[in-house]
């Protein structure tokens, strides 16, 4: 009796010990896919690394790009517009919580102002337009500037001004100029002037 109890005792283990060497090559299994994961992961990290680093130094050399030309053009422009050589348009780049920034400021003689305030707004909206001219030519963007509605707050003499530079500019890279206006003295400028009406919610479009 007891010699049988010990040979089903001994078959037991036996079975044990197979079930758990088939479950360590399981585990082994396992372990070596969870390594070659584990390496995969990491030159996945390391990839992810080097892209990360290739994006930020060519987002800060677009950034520096951008906001050099953006600034050489507004000075030229707001020199130009207003008939002043003691103007210099500045774009400060920083990084706050890890996020880039960008401030603007003019500087007037001796004096740093924000172009919202400078000259009644109206530096401010010259260099809203210095800033799609800069964007078209930095992104490479094809076809005509389209204008809704532009200079609002700009002067009749200045305003003058600045439609000759723009004209200038449009000129210079080969782009057509459209402008969406009610002010008469921008329309005279135009080559072709289209009048716009609208009757009973239908709008015509008249050659003038």
Do not use: W
Request: proline share 2%.
């Amino acid at each position: 009796m007891q010699a049988f109890q010990l040979s089903t005792r001994v078959n037991d283990l036996e079975g044990e010990i197979k079930y758990l060497s088939g479950r360590k090559a399981e585990l082994e299994i396992s372990l070596q896919h969870c390594i070659s994961r584990i390496v995969q992961i990491d030159e996945e990290v390391d990839l992810l690394t080097v892209a990360r680093s290739l994006f930020q130094k060519a987002s800060t050399y677009l950034r520096v790009q951008m906001s050099s030309r953006f600034a050489d053009l507004a000075t030229r422009a707001l020199k130009y517009i207003f008939q002043r050589e003691d103007i210099e348009f500045i774009v400060e780049l920083d990084v706050k919580a890890n996020l880039p920034t960008a401030s603007f400021y003019v500087v007037i003689g001796e004096h740093k102002v924000d172009p919202k305030e400078a000259l009644g707004g109206s530096m401010y909206e010259v260099i809203g337009v210095c800033l799609r001219l800069v964007c078209l030519e930095v992104f490479d963007l094809k076809g005509p500037l389209i204008l809704d509605e532009p200079l609002r707050s700009v002067d009749s003499v200045n305003l003058q001004n600045a439609l000759e530079f723009i004209l200038q500019y449009c000129k210079e890279s080969g782009r057509q100029l459209f402008i969406v206006t009610h002010n008469e003295q921008i329309a005279r400028t135009a080559d072709t002037l289209f009048e716009v009406t609208q009757q009973d919610g239908i709008s015509t479009i008249t050659e003038l």
